[in-house]
């Protein structure tokens, strides 16, 4: 086996250069228990910190929440801390800070890092974009990411050399922006590495079961007994209570029992770390049982399912009081024409809204109406101006066409990025719906449309490119609107609001899980803690319906109705997430009686394709939305795609949004 | 279906070497050239017989394209046996293997059994990587090495078969702690608790349903 020989950082001018700069560093006594019971590693130490370091919750960098990062070592652990500057905190410049007061509390409590502690992250991506600050983004081992952190006042050099001094850090030989922590290559290593960091390490764990992640041995203790585990008691009692009073009283008390959920987590997490366990979660699952591992695998045989006690939802209740509302036969032309005044402006584009949010449109009448919904036409726009706009997009659209259609195989030759492109959307187009008779057959005009749609698209965008999953959104776009030109708008207006669902880094998928887990935090503690002790809180599991908004779910006519729900975002913007949060809830009871891992998880996740109930699965989201209110939409961070940060009326009035820029997928 | 054991195979490689083409060639003896393309991860099971004993493989099987990575990355966990799959066809295929398998080193257990498989070999009149290329290649980074081809079927069963072969011999050499579900190996209900067991997995139906 080769071994990659990235474990040096001295190639990197950056860091060589900040080894000469005297780190500034203080030392402090720690304030009670700041760190835990920790007992003998009193004495902390700010071995780094930085003023101004800022995240961007929107795409746009005027919109910022500043704050310090600090490194803060203890003993042999380190960790991270960032934390948002209050309002008119004194010693910071109003001027330069004062953007934080517009910002809600909340807002600011959402992304503040509070001792991080170094070994739960798997690797920190570094960005030194030419223009602009320089920002890292720090990927956890459960693979959830924190928003990208901008220095503004420099400092991203010193602050992954001080890191490789206090931890064990690696560049990766794959991207040498990115440097690993606890990049350890074999067992042996990590064993070892525990050993030095925390002074105890059983050579059982190299044989024994090894649950990842795994927050707490308490929890498995309860997990596997027949009495209900902790989390279970409060929701349970609160659905004793026969009240008929719901939604935000509800969730307060839930967010409590979150709070205290995580407070509980929180200490056992730090006992267990002081007891010697690696902290970033491989703990020895069979401490309490040692029965159990002796007599079988420790791994549920099927016979045993559903053995396991499953809390109750705790808004079991709450939620047949608030039930989504019936839905509604699709609109039809009489009544879409009741919508526009005589010169086709829409009256109150907030009813349509809701008329299309609960039933969605007609297969005929889609072609008109997803060209609102998806914001190329305005909804104040008349016949004569929505036709002038047409023309012109038309003209627009061919100039586009036409940088890539006068690219001459000479030309290229040296042109990889081109090539690369048009290879794969090649490549990818005729692995789209080819089971529908509109893409079927060979040398279909509606694949090439996708082609060069896409392919257009991929240079009007060009720092975005093309990503697979793209031509899922096309598909049934070019499918309604048929006409080229239009398609693309649309397409082009979608990607405006999903296209960092394509980001190279991640970043909107990222948000996405992040939100989501949020979600499902507030409104099934109970199902988030499951998720939380079997490692799953990354959601990874949810990354399809995520990416392409169920593409893959339904059948094509029931994600075009789907679509249009999402589209009109009348209860919510993200109102996606709550489908996913409504379809794990469905099968909540399945999830955690059978005590699904990961990987068992993603495959049933999967294998609901096609499976699941579209009418049933949106009033449940609507019912949740409901009970969430301001609760949920507060734990989505500004910015979430897809979230558009400024409403902008006309495409063509787009700015060159991409602040985002370090995207692209080809 | 019962098992004496259940490996996990995981199948990696670039956008469009035909992975998705290999394992429905395996599970479905069929070609199907118009597959939709693979977002995130598709799942497929088969059963096999090694040394008398009813093995079921359950593959996923990846999505190419760079920007999944990060979500790749999180599905090589417990693999026991991976697939790593180029086309001979394309050039590029073969010269990302290095990513590919360092990939594969950082985020799986380090005892998976990785078979190189050169696929669209009914295609060698467009060849751009030699079959001697393909071999040492495999031959520097210790794995074993086959050119296949879902369309016709050849060598697709022998790529997933001696894979598990190879899994199956070092769990009788003791490689693996079949208890620990870390390697990517199960035992079926009435199956085979380690390497010297003696009971036959054969006799109690019903009980696969975790494929």
Known sequence: ?666 | MSYAYLFKYIIIGDTGVGKSCLLLQFTDKRFQPVHDLTIGVEFGARMITIDNKPIKLQIWDTAGQESFRSITRSYYRGAAGALLVYDITRRETFNHLASWLEDARQHANANMTIMLIGNKSDLSHRRAVSVEEGQQFAKENGLVFMEASAKTAQNVEEAFISTAATIYKKIQDGIFDVSNESYGIKVGYGGIPGPSGGTSGASTPGSGCCS
Not at chain 1, 8 to 28: M, P, R
Not at chain 1, 227 to 249: F, L, M, T, V
């Open chain 1, 1 to 666: 086996m080769q071994e990659p020989d990235h474990h040096d950082l001295s190639d990197d001018s950056d860091y060589a250069a900040s080894q000469q700069q005297g780190l500034g560093k203080s030392t402090f006594r720690s304030d009670s228990g700041k760190f835990g019971a920790g007992g003998d590693g009193g004495v902390w130490e700010v071995v780094y910190f930085r003023e101004n370091v800022a995240i961007h919750p929107t795409q746009y960098s005027s919109e910022r929440i500043s704050g310090r990062l600090r490194l803060i070592k203890q003993g042999d652990a380190l960790f991270m801390t960032w934390i948002p500057y209050k309002a008119g905190q004194s010693g910071v410049d109003p001027a330069r800070y004062g953007e934080n007061s517009s910002l809600s509390e909340k807002d600011q409590n959402l992304y503040t890092i509070r001792d991080l502690p170094l070994e739960d992250v798997h690797s920190i991506r570094r960005h030194t974009p030419a223009l602009g600050w320089q920002y890292i983004i720090v990927v956890l081992l459960s693979g959830l990411a924190y928003p990208p952190l901008y220095f503004y006042n420099s400092g991203v050099r010193e602050f992954l050399s001080t890191i490789k001094q206090h931890a064990f850090i690696a560049r990766s030989s794959d991207d040498a922006n990115v440097f690993l922590v606890n990049n350890f290559q074999d067992p042996l290593q990590k064993t070892l590495s525990s050993l030095e960091l925390h002074g105890v390490a059983s050579i059982a764990n190299a044989t024994s079961h090894i649950s990842f992640g795994s927050v707490s041995s308490n929890q498995d203790i309860n997990r596997g007994s027949s009495s209900n585990s902790e989390y279970s008691g409060k929701p349970r009692k609160r659905i004793q209570d026969p009240a008929r009073d719901i939604s935000i009283q509800v969730l307060e008390k839930f967010s409590l029992v979150t709070k205290f959920a995580r407070e509980t987590t929180t200490q056992l997490f730090r006992e267990s770390q002081n007891n010697g366990f690696n902290n970033y979660g491989k703990i020895q699952k069979n401490e309490d049982a040692p029965s159990k591992s002796s007599v079988a695998p420790d791994h549920k045989i099927e016979a045993n399912i559903h053995n396991v006690p499953v809390p109750t939802d705790p808004l079991k209740n709450e939620l047949s009081l608030i039930w989504g509302k019936p839905r509604k036969l699709p609109m039809g032309l009489e009544e879409w024409n009741i919508f526009l005044d005589p010169e086709g402006r829409i009256m109150d584009p907030v009813a349509l809204k809701k008329r299309i949010f609960y039933g969605g449109v007609q297969n005929g009448l889609r072609k008109e109406v997803w060209k609102f919904l998806l914001g190329y036409f305005s909804y104040n726009s008349t016949y004569a101006e929505r036709e002038y706009l047409s023309s012109v997009k038309k003209k627009n659209y061919e100039t586009i066409k036409f940088q890539w259609q006068s690219i001459s195989p000479d030309q290229a030759k040296m042109f990889t990025k081109f090539r690369e492109r048009k290879g794969l959307i090649e490549k990818d187009v005729v692995r789209t719906d080819r089971s529908m008779s509109f893409y079927d057959g060979d040398e279909n005009k509606n694949v090439e449309l996708l082609r060069d749609v896409l392919l257009t698209y991929s240079f009007y965008n060009f720092d975005l490119g093309y990503c697979q999953g793209m031509s899922d959104f096309l598909s049934p776009i070019l499918f309604v609107i048929e006409d080229e030109s239009e398609s693309f708008w649309c397409f082009a207006a979608l990607m405006q609001r999903l296209g960092s669902n394509f980001n190279r880094d991640q970043s909107g998928m990222h948000a996405q899980l992040f939100a989501l887990s949020k979600l499902v935090e507030i409104l099934d503690c109970p199902l988030h803690n499951y998720l939380k002790q079997a490692d799953c809180l990354n959601y990874f599991f949810c990354f399809r319906w995520i990416l392409i908004q169920f593409k893959r779910e339904f059948e094509y006519d029931q994600i075009m109705l789907l679509w249009e729900v999402l589209w009109t975002h009348y209860f919510s913007e993200h109102f996606h997430l709550y489908i996913c949060v409504a379809i794990l809830k469905k099968y909540r009871q399945k999830i955690i009686g059978e005590q699904m891992d990961f990987d068992t998880l993603l495959k049933f996740i999967n294998e609901l394709s096609c499976g699941i109930d579209l009418d049933e699965t949106i009033r449940d989201a609507e019912a949740l939305c409901n009970c969430a209110g301001e609760n949920g939409e507060a734990c989505i961070p500004p910015g979430t795609p897809p979230s558009l940060p400024i409403e902008t009326p006309m495409m063509y009035q787009q700015d060159d949004e991409d602040d985002f820029g370090k995207s692209g997928c080809i």
